[in-house]
């Protein structure tokens, strides 16, 4: 059903679930919403349904599928992160102020060949933390996912999940590309 060969997740547990012995909390399938074009879309679903501007900012994102924002893309590519829309832990992402001109290059060529397939986004400053690394502890660039439960009504738990890039000066945090977690501590006031 899976890659066999792949060290991510838990050995049984599709069969488990399949069997009726364990829930999902986070169902397979429940990845169509990381499909990274959503991001430019929410505002627009919100002002749709609810009649109302979102409550809290999006990520500027630019529809490459779309002539304007492939327009800015490909005219900015130097200040962007370009993304695939279907990929995952960063594979395939430009980070533009860091990419080689062959690089920018590529993705551009990439770009025009199938527009549809990325989005993109202005580099996001991502916090520091200390962190145990070979040498010592040193910065390294962190986000922190909060996690909304929704019922009848909705909160957001205290605490989520803090992703680390544990690569020297990367910007990139998923743990596919060599990126780890962090305790994430709530304190109360």
């Keep these: 059903m899976f890659r066999p060969d792949s060290a991510l997740g838990v050995p049984g547990l599709m069969q ?32 749709y349904y609810l009649g109302e501007d979102a409550i809290l900012p999006n990520v500027e994102t630019h529809l ?14 130097e200040e ?9 832990g ?7 102020p860091r990419a080689s001109r062959a690089e920018i290059e590529d993705t551009r060529a990439q770009l025009k060949a ?31 996912r909060p ?9 957001v738990l205290p605490g989520g999940l803090t992703r680390v890039a544990l690569r020297k000066n990367s910007l990139v945090v998923n743990s596919s590309q060599g990126g780890g977690s962090k305790d994430t501590w709530v304190l109360t006031a």
């Design 147 to 155: 996690f909304a439960i929704t019922g009848k009504k909705t909160w």
């Design 90 to 96: 960063g594979y395939g992402v430009l980070i533009g």
């Design 114 to 144: 199938d527009p549809a397939n990325f989005i993109s986004q202005p580099v996001i400053k991502l916090s520091v933390c200390p962190t145990l690394c070979a040498d010592g502890i040193e910065p390294r660039h962190v986000d922190l």
């Design 16 to 47: 488990a679930y399949m069997a009726g012995n364990v829930q999902l909390s986070n169902a397979v399938g429940t990845g169509v919403a990381d499909d990274k074009a959503v991001y430019a879309y929410m505002p627009r679903i919100i002002r």
């Design 64 to 77: 490459c599928a779309e002539p304007e924002g492939l327009a800015f893309t490909l005219d900015h590519m």
């Design 80 to 88: 962007l992160v370009v993304k695939p829309v279907g990929a995952s």
